[in-house]
């Protein structure tokens, strides 16, 4: 069975921001994660090139659609790369394998009998691109999340998806997969839209061009999210060539997002793989909002995250840090560029940087920088027992942020555990007993902080390595504590998270 991650595919109209650096990098901790563990994995990530906001926002500017979606795909690739996501593919909608194969799924489900062809009018919102319902539509016929646009009166003849007939199946399903939405809140609010009832849905526009035509009908074209969800699907058939990566991959998938688009993934997204004879998704996490204040709302503009800056300025690890530290996965938090300071001065140089430069120097000045073939004490050991899959328990339920603050816990002990132990007293001490524990102390920190670094790998891939590489530890797969003997050298290493003066600051 893999293990497939997959983030949103991001509207190609905007720029990349924080909001879809944050799923890229929790998609990027499970994705590591669960190599580590010798998962067979596939990470999928990609841009949404069609449907009426692209082409109005191409019209503006005064280009093509495709050049529109071409540069900002540069774009996301690069926020992609800059966040150090591992990602395995990167999709565009606009790809012809992926065109194809939606033709195909629309055809199939046609046959199937979900798709019939009706007229209808109705209220529709420009930057929702959706239909609004009569009754959803906000005083003087505005959008309800976008309050500030008018709607438009549209009639059109338009092909509808039966996803009225998904009620029960719907239903079923989320009884039988009781973990399929996650976290359970949010799982709640999906099965509440399934009860509340479900309409059928136009999923082709005659007005437009910019999208997949309907096969058997090329005036129209396909509803943008009705061609968007199935790049989870479509991906794994071309992402490889010579490769169909479907089997192995379906319906194995693991699909982070943000509440905005729940109905679409939770309620649609299944009843789309039934309808076309597809197994539906196995999981999906809902993950909150970061909440990041913008000119107008925060009290000083001076504190407000950039992420790209920050990125730059300390590199992408103390982000993706702060960011599962700081934020409970599943909530939604604020972010700020003074709470990320505080936490990458106490937490990722104090705690875990000097941690490692303690340790290293320790090594290298009591023992010539071989760590010790010792047996660790007992007590240190006794408080690794069972971290590793702790961790593993964490991950499985998509807990990134309480898997982060397990790893922190023993960071801490090891911290605590060079100032109980005091190596540089038994240093000191001519008695053999003495050195004798010091072997072990050192052994047990040396040992600890082998295995805290891979357990870390995850959430700070470049750092880890580092410290992973200045120890000689080249497998990543996660370990035991005691599982290395000693008798290794280490070499000191830069510090990892330096000092950033005033002057470098983002
Ligand atoms: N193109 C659709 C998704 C299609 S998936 C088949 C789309 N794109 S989007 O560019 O608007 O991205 C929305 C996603 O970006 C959210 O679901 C979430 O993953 C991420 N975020 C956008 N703003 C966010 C925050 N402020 N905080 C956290 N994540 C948010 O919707």
Redesign the pocket.
């Known amino acids: 069975m893999g293990f497939y991650v997959t983030?949103?595919?991001?509207?190609a109209n905007?720029r990349p921001?924080?909001?879809?650096a944050?799923?890229t990098m929790a998609a990027d901790v499970l994705a590591r994660h669960m190599r580590q563990r010798g998962e067979d994995v596939f990470f999928l990530t990609g841009t949404?090139e069609h449907g009426e906001p692209i082409a109005l926002a191409a019209e503006k500017a005064g280009i093509t659609p495709q050049e529109l979606v071409d540069r900002s795909a540069v774009e996301f690739r690069q926020m992609v790369a800059d966040v150090g996501a591992s990602n395995d593919f990167f999709i565009r909608t606009t790809d012809e394998g992926h065109r194809v194969r939606v033709q195909e799924f629309v055809t199939r489900v046609k046959e199937n009998g979900f798709i019939y062809e009706d007229d209808w009018e109705g209220w529709y919102c420009d930057s929702c691109a959706d239909y609004i319902g009569e009754s959803d539509a906000g005083p003087g016929e505005t959008c309800p999340i976008h309050v500030e646009e008018p709607l438009r009166r549209v009639a059109e003849r338009n092909w509808f998806f039966r996803l009225s007939a998904f009620e029960d199946d719907l239903e079923r399903l989320y009884a039988e997969r009781p973990d399929m939405v996650l976290p359970e809140f949010r799982r709640n609010e999906a099965l509440g839209l399934i009860r509340g009832g479900l309409r059928d849905i136009s999923i082709s526009r005659s007005k437009l061009t910019w999208g997949i035509p309907v096969p058997w009908d090329p005036d129209q074209v396909l509803y943008v999210w009705f061609d968007?969800?199935f790049?989870y699907y479509t991906a794994l058939g071309y992402a490889r060539d010579g490769e169909d990566l479907t089997e192995r991959f379906w319906p194995f998938s693991c699909h982070i997002?943000?509440k905005?688009?729940l109905k679409f993934h939770a309620v649609m997204w299944p009843a789309f793989l039934m309808a076309a004879g597809l197994e539906p998704p196995h999981r999906m996490f809902i993950?909150g909002?970061?909440l990041m204040g913008d000119e107008k709302m925060s009290k000083s503009r001076g504190n407000v995250l950039d992420p790209f800056e920050v990125i730059d300025t300390y590199g992408a690890d103390a982000l993706r840090f702060y960011c599962f530290r700081e934020v409970s996965f599943g909530r939604d938090g604020n972010v700020d560029l003074e709470g990320f300071r505080v936490r990458y001065e106490t937490e990722l140089a104090n705690d875990f940087g000097n941690l490692a430069s303690r340790t290293l120097a320790m090594v290298e000045r009591y023992r010539d920088g071989v760590v010790p073939d010792a047996d660790p004490e007992p007590e240190l050991a006794g408080d690794f027992e069972g971290a590793v899959s702790a961790l593993e328990a964490f991950l499985d339920e998509l807990e990134i942020g309480r898997g982060l603050e397990t790893i922190w816990e023993l960071v801490r002990r090891l911290n605590q555990y060079v100032e109980e132990s005091k190596p540089w007293e038994l240093a000191r001490s001519e008695t053999e007993e003495d050195g004798r524990r010091l072997d072990s102390v050192l052994y047990g920190l040396a040992e600890g902080l082998r295995v805290v670094t891979l357990m870390l790998h995850p959430y700070l891939p470049d750092s880890s390595e580092k410290l992973l590489a200045a120890i000689g530890q080249e497998e990543l797969a996660l370990s035991e504590f005691g599982s290395r003997p000693g008798g290794y050298r280490v070499e000191k290493t830069d510090p990892l998270f330096p000092k950033i003066e005033a002057g470098d600051r983002a």
């Open positions: 983030t949103p595919i991001f509207y905007g921001h924080f909001g879809h944050y799923s949404d968007a969800l790049n997002l943000a905005d688009i993950h909002y970061l």
